[in-house]
């Protein structure tokens, strides 16, 4: 499954509203057709911004939203694979 | 919507088979439709007049500006008036927020407006937005620039209030007017004033 295994890594922990989308935005431009993004963000936000995004993006395709704790903080992980 | 219509043996067409190829045509030409218009009118657009100059009022431009930008949009944001503020290299890194007639503000107006209450509410705001991670006004510069959004600054006020086009960010856009953000705005898709 291709979300095991992202091409890239997007890091904006940290990073609130509206830096998760640019970021994702940037790299997403940036990968090869087939491979997949994944972003880890820890804005709350960033779950309903990335898949309105990736829903109104050519060729985007989110795969999965996960929501974790890390050091006991809430992370937010979203996979979006560019179309081939 | 199934595309494997199939086609009997004997190169018979059924009527249920015409009625499928005939439903799959309209889809198509639909789909060739938007497209067409699509590369006809090039990118959607966004066009925002940005009016304001205060800390508050500064970021929901540059906060759209540069989503939109992502989001695929062409992106002008018209400064005049106090909104060239944000634009100015110096004046952009002390946008102030004014306590007085903001009822959002935990101060009644008449302690509001006494000498440097607004030094204090700025202070709190910009603390705020330090501890919620929320980018800086400059960084969301930097960012709009970056992802191709057209920050302009109108030439009416930068002669009003007697700027001059070196004290503006690198990348902002100067020597426009009402009638070129007129003209931008027709062609928009959307329409901002803030």
Redesign the interface.
């Given at each position: 499954m291709s979300t095991e295994s992202p091409a890239e890594t997007v890091d904006v922990k940290g990073q609130n509203c509206p830096m998760p989308v640019i970021k994702t935005k940037g790299a997403f431009d940036a990968l090869a057709a087939g491979e997949t993004l994944e972003v880890v963000a820890t804005d709350s936000g960033s779950m309903s911004d990335i898949k309105g995004w990736a829903d109104s993006t050519d060729g985007a395709e989110l795969l999965s939203q996960e929501e974790a704790t890390e050091d006991g903080e809430a992370v937010y992980k979203h996979y979006i694979q560019k179309a081939e | 919507m199934s595309t494997d219509t199939t086609v009997s043996a004997g190169g018979e067409l059924s009527a249920e088979d015409v009625d499928a190829l005939a439903e799959r045509i309209d889809t198509l030409e639909a789909e060739l439709a938007d497209l067409r218009s699509d590369v006809e009118n090039g990118p959607k657009k966004m066009v925002i007049i940005a009016t304001k100059g205060t800390l508050d009022m500064a970021y929901p431009p540059l906060?759209l500006a540069?989503?939109a930008?992502?989001?695929?949009y062409q992106v002008t944001v018209f400064h005049t008036f106090w909104g060239l503020e944000i634009l100015h290299k110096q004046n952009s890194k002390n946008l102030k927020l004014s306590s007085v007639g903001n009822p959002n503000m935990p101060v009644p107006n008449v302690i509001a407006a006494l000498p440097g209450m607004d030094q204090m509410t700025t202070r709190m705001m910009q603390n705020k937005i330090a501890d919620?991670?929320?980018?800086s006004i400059e960084e969301l510069i930097e960012?709009s620039l970056e992802?191709g959004v057209d920050l302009q600054a109108c030439q009416m006020t930068i002669d009003l209030l007697g700027y001059d086009e070196a004290d503006f960010y690198d990348g902002v856009t100067t020597g426009v007017g009402a009638a070129s953000a007129f003209q931008e705005m027709v062609e928009a898709d959307i329409q901002l004033l803030v």
């Amino acid at each position: 499954m291709s979300t095991e295994s992202p091409a890239e890594t997007v890091d904006v922990k940290g990073q609130n509203c509206p830096m998760p989308v640019i970021k994702t935005k940037g790299a997403f431009d940036a990968l090869a057709a087939g491979e997949t993004l994944e972003v880890v963000a820890t804005d709350s936000g960033s779950m309903s911004d990335i898949k309105g995004w990736a829903d109104s993006t050519d060729g985007a395709e989110l795969l999965s939203q996960e929501e974790a704790t890390e050091d006991g903080e809430a992370v937010y992980k979203h996979y979006i694979q560019k179309a081939e | 919507m199934s595309t494997d219509t199939t086609v009997s043996a004997g190169g018979e067409l059924s009527a249920e088979d015409v009625d499928a190829l005939a439903e799959r045509i309209d889809t198509l030409e639909a789909e060739l439709a938007d497209l067409r218009s699509d590369v006809e009118n090039g990118p959607k657009k966004m066009v925002i007049i940005a009016t304001k100059g205060t800390l508050d009022m500064a970021y929901p431009p540059l906060i759209l500006a540069s989503t939109a930008a992502a989001f695929g949009y062409q992106v002008t944001v018209f400064h005049t008036f106090w909104g060239l503020e944000i634009l100015h290299k110096q004046n952009s890194k002390n946008l102030k927020l004014s306590s007085v007639g903001n009822p959002n503000m935990p101060v009644p107006n008449v302690i509001a407006a006494l000498p440097g209450m607004d030094q204090m509410t700025t202070r709190m705001m910009q603390n705020k937005i330090a501890d919620n991670d929320v980018a800086s006004i400059e960084e969301l510069i930097e960012i709009s620039l970056e992802s191709g959004v057209d920050l302009q600054a109108c030439q009416m006020t930068i002669d009003l209030l007697g700027y001059d086009e070196a004290d503006f960010y690198d990348g902002v856009t100067t020597g426009v007017g009402a009638a070129s953000a007129f003209q931008e705005m027709v062609e928009a898709d959307i329409q901002l004033l803030v």
